[in-house]
């Protein structure tokens, strides 16, 4: 199983350059087997604009994660800290073997009554 992660254009491009290698969530999918996500860039982007692998999922707190992921994590520590403001735990997904689509796919030809995820979307593999 797959999942459609929303994420920001700005994001997107530091996914796909490497520079972002931890995407942070403050909720994480309950399915365990999650393996692949599928990145929908959001407006005004609007596409799926390609995938990568979960190498692994970080559970603990904002600042434990912090301290393990801030040389890769795309964001400063100030837009780190107002993400996860008043929150105890949170989550990093590791990202590993990024592919960026040759040409970005507009979901709503591929997905009958699209609508992007405020957060992510399961997906048949």
């Known amino acids: 199983m797959n999942v459609l992660l929303s994420i920001k ?3 997107v ?3 796909f ?3 972002k290698k931890y995407e942070y969530r403050k909720a994480i999918f ?3 087997n999650i393996k692949k996500v599928i990145v929908y860039s959001t407006m005004p982007v609007g596409k799926i604009v390609g995938e990568f692998e979960i190498e692994r999922i970080i559970e603990d707190s904002p600042n434990n994660i912090w301290e393990q992921t801030q040389e ?3 964001v400063d520590k100030s837009f780190f800290d107002y993400y996860f403001n ?4 949170g989550y990093a997904i590791k990202i590993s073997k990024v592919k960026l689509y ?4 507009d979901p709503k030809l591929k997905y009958e009554k699209f ?6 979307k399961y997906l048949a593999a």
């Open 13 to 15: 491009e530091r996914i």
């Open 86 to 89: 008043d929150r105890d735990k």
């Open 30 to 32: 309950k399915k365990q």
């Open 17 to 19: 350059s490497g520079s």
């Open 115 to 120: 609508t992007a995820p405020q957060s992510f």
């Open 72 to 74: 890769y994590s795309g």
């Open 9 to 11: 254009p700005e994001y």
């Open 102 to 105: 040759d040409k970005p796919i």
